[in-house]
């Protein structure tokens, strides 16, 4: 299996630009979690779908944020407008939840410059 | 609410040294805990992961780490650091429906030749 692919790795854009960084599941699995890393703050989590349905969301910072996942194999994270303070490194993970002990595998990530 | 803390933020050993990274926790129930590796610029790669049974867990690379209940802790260890291991170590619990893994802030390691 080829992991968890993240596109694009890399992202630079300008403020007001929509952003839309994209997330390939592992084979079978069937939850989807998206985290951003920032020097500040670590590694937060920002959304968790199980069975492509978002279960949480309060990690999402605010309304200009939005994901998706049209399939079970796939999903999105939208920002829109973009601002520099969202400059970070965005991973997504993937797990099959079948009990609680389950691990996550995560994407390389995708790094985000908002100039 | 979970949460996790890395008490050393960077730490530098010499190659060929023994390390131990510091991890403890705060969860109300039997954790599952993990430690995670972040080389530059890369994602996070898993390193190795508790859920029950013994203690004393082993991983990649040649690391270990220990459940101490008593301490709410889960140290990482490995007998001889090699100049590869400079990384980001990242210790996580989660939660025991498995949806929320929380992790820590994270200990940059170097080594020195």
């Known amino acids: 299996d080829a992991g968890v692919i993240q596109s694009p790795r890399h992202e630079v854009t300008e403020m007001g630009q929509e952003v839309t960084l994209r997330c390939k599941l592992i084979s079978g699995h069937n939850s989807l979690f998206w985290y951003r890393q920032t020097m500040m703050r670590g590694l937060e989590l920002l959304i968790y779908f199980n069975n492509n349905v978002p279960i949480d969301d309060s990690g999402m910072p605010e309304d200009r944020f939005s994901a998706k996942m049209p399939n079970a194999s796939f999903s999105t994270l939208k920002i829109q407008p973009s601002e520099p303070r969202d400059s970070a490194v965005y991973f997504c993970?993937?797990?099959?939840?079948?009990?609680?002990?389950?691990?996550?595998?995560f994407g390389a990530g995708s790094r985000l410059t908002v100039l | 609410a979970q949460s996790v803390t890395q008490p050393d933020i960077h730490i530098t050993v010499s190659e060929g040294a023994s390390l131990e990274l510091r991890c403890n926790y705060s969860?109300?129930?039997?954790?599952?805990l993990f430690w995670y590796v972040q080389s530059p610029g890369q994602g996070l790669q898993l390193l190795l992961k508790y859920f029950s049974g013994d203690t004393l867990v082993q991983g990649i690379k040649g690391f270990e780490a220990e459940f101490k209940r008593s301490q709410s802790s889960f140290n990482l260890r490995k007998p001889s650091v090699h100049w590869s291991d400079a990384a980001e170590y990242f210790c996580a619990v989660l939660n025991n429906a498995g949806n929320m893994l929380t992790f820590g802030g994270g200990t940059r390691l170097m080594v020195k030749p």
């Open positions: 993970a993937s797990s099959l939840v079948a009990t609680g002990a389950n691990v996550l595998t």
């Open positions: 969860y109300g129930a039997t954790p599952y």
